[in-house]
């Protein structure tokens, strides 16, 4: 084994043994900054305010697993739904892996929920605490009276928003208001009681006191994310080759007669990088992509009367002079694949028809003979009414010449979101059966929608030919 890789065989086991250091982020300000605080708005916004809403009399967004309904807006879906949930997950997968080949760790730096609970937690950790100094000053300081009543506000208010989100996440399940009533009055049940608490801690735990563990060692994404990279690939990369030699100076010293580099050491972008990388040391596995180390460079940069971009989003091929492709094969197979898929979502969902037929034979008597002469099969239809309104149906057979139909009952009516089991009996003449097997065909049909029309293929049997 080379001395290289005995060194980094004795750095990895290092990092597996070393005791966690705690990481402080300090604030960082600009462009980047304003555009992950504007995502995590707008993503907790929708989070936490999609539940109120409200859509013809009950909630908007509903995952109602007891009824096995979920509504979503105007819509109601069952579990013989399954197919769109499929489809939406292979889309959000596919689009994972068109955008992290497109422009590297966007999901991670900008929309994971671990990302967006944790800037949370750091607002409120730097608004009790203070900046980084103070954090750090506060932590190295003996217990005191002031210092554990800073502590315990702060993880009072973590504590106080995490239990808020463990009860939004039971709120998509239960109707909020309902919950709400009942929250205040201590009769939850059990299992909503455990889910908010359960909830409410994995974010405690996840955002306040993990944070960067989770996306360094829990996280299977910063693992495979290399399959979907190529050189092409949009990442945060700082340019050694203006940056280097690295050295301290004061502002208005000539540092290219001084044969230094721009960066002026002041390592800052591993003072605002939220998983403590140095991003001068290349691509890391551990760098979410959150571009907080652009903002701070650029600001330096700035400070110091020196050209912005040391720290920048490019690509591999721009930094070793090549030119880059942003249109190349993997990019435009999973665009294909990605429009396919939503093409197909949304014309099954176009064509959705929000009524079901079974049909289920009586497999005791395969038929029977009536007093008249005529073959009988006995079946059980299954009528479901996924609508959410009331409905008349007819219901009619064919497929062999002269078909009679014989049911109980005058008026079908099946009420919404119910389902309804119709015995039903069919009568051929047997000079009329063609064959021992014959397919009919059931149709069911609205009196007031003509759009709830189904039909649904069974087979009559009969006496051998």
């Known amino acids: 084994m080379s001395k290289k890789d005995q060194q980094l065989d004795d750095d990895v086991e290092k990092s597996l043994y070393a005791k966690h250091q705690k990481i402080y982020p300090r604030e960082v300000h600009g462009i980047f900054a304003r555009m992950r605080v504007s995502a995590a708005v707008v993503l907790l916004g929708l989070f936490y305010g999609v539940p109120w809403l409200q859509w013809a009399g009950r909630q908007a967004v509903l995952l109602d697993l007891p009824a096995r309904k979920f509504y979503i807006l105007g819509l109601t879906f069952w579990p013989q739904d399954f197919i769109f949930l499929a489809l939406l997950l292979i889309m959000a997968g596919l689009a994972l892996f068109?955008?992290?080949?497109?422009?590297?760790?966007?999901?991670?730096?900008?929309?994971?929920?671990?990302?967006?609970?944790?800037e949370v937690f750091l607002w409120i950790e730097h608004a009790i605490e203070g900046d980084r100094q103070k954090q750090m000053k506060l932590d190295k300081s003996p217990m005191s009276a002031n210092k554990f009543r800073i502590k315990f506000t702060k993880h009072a208010a973590w504590l106080l928003f995490a239990a808020f989100t463990g009860f939004t996440f039971v709120a998509y399940f239960t109707p909020l208001r309902d919950l709400a009533s009942r929250l205040f009055t201590f009769d939850l049940s059990s299992w909503e009681t455990f889910w908010i608490f359960f909830y409410g801690f994995a974010t405690y735990g996840n955002a306040g006191w993990m944070r960067e563990q989770v996306c360094l060692h829990m996280c299977p994404y910063a693992r495979f994310q290399s399959a979907m990279f190529d050189n092409d690939t949009l990442i945060v990369a700082y340019d050694q080759e203006r940056g280097d030699?690295?050295?301290?100076?004061?502002?208005?010293?000539?540092?290219?007669?001084e044969?230094?580099?721009?960066?002026?050491?002041?390592?800052?972008?591993?003072?605002v990088c939220?998983?403590?990388?140095?991003?001068?040391?290349?691509?890391?596995?551990?760098?979410?992509?959150?571009?907080?180390?652009?903002?701070?460079?650029?600001?330096?940069?700035?400070?110091?009367?020196?050209?912005?971009?040391?720290?920048?989003?490019t690509t591999q091929n721009t930094v070793d002079g090549k030119p880059t492709k942003v249109l190349r094969p993997r990019i435009v197979?999973?665009?294909?694949?990605?429009?396919?898929?939503?093409?197909?979502?949304?014309?099954?969902?176009?064509?959705?028809?929000?009524?079901?037929?079974?049909?289920?034979?009586?497999?005791?008597?395969?038929?029977?003979?009536?007093n008249e002469g005529l073959i009988e099969n006995v079946y059980t239809l299954k009528l479901v009414n996924m609508d959410d309104y009331d409905h008349v149906f007819n219901l009619s057979a064919e497929g062999i010449d002269g078909l009679k139909m014989k049911i109980e009952?005058?008026?079908?009516?099946?009420?919404?979101?119910?389902?309804?089991?119709?015995?039903?009996?069919?009568?051929?003449?047997?000079?009329?059966?063609?064959?021992?097997?014959?397919?009919?065909?059931?149709?069911?049909?609205?009196?007031?929608?003509?759009?709830?029309?189904?039909?649904?293929?069974?087979?009559f049997l009969g006496p051998r030919k």
């Open 98 to 118: 068109f955008f992290t080949t497109l422009a590297g760790r966007l999901w991670c730096g900008y929309a994971c929920p671990q990302t967006v609970w944790t």
């Open 259 to 271: 044969g230094l580099g721009s960066c002026i050491d002041c390592t800052m972008c591993v003072q």
């Open 274 to 313: 939220p998983t403590g990388i140095d991003i001068r040391d290349g691509l890391q596995y551990e760098c979410i992509g959150c571009s907080a180390c652009i903002d701070v460079c650029d600001d330096v940069m700035d400070k110091m009367g020196y050209e912005k971009g040391l720290i920048k989003y």
């Open 409 to 459: 009952q005058d008026k079908i009516i099946v009420k919404g979101g119910e389902v309804l089991d119709l015995p039903v009996r069919l009568r051929a003449d047997e000079a009329d059966l063609k064959k021992r097997s014959s397919r009919v065909f059931f149709n069911l049909k609205a009196v007031d929608n003509e759009d709830l029309d189904v039909t649904e293929e069974a087979r």
């Open 245 to 257: 030699p690295r050295g301290a100076r004061k502002r208005k010293i000539d540092y290219k007669a």
């Open 333 to 370: 197979i999973y665009a294909l694949i990605l429009l396919v898929c939503a093409a197909a979502f949304i014309y099954i969902l176009a064509v959705r028809v929000p009524l079901q037929l079974d049909v289920i034979r009586d497999r005791n008597t395969l038929f029977r003979e009536t």
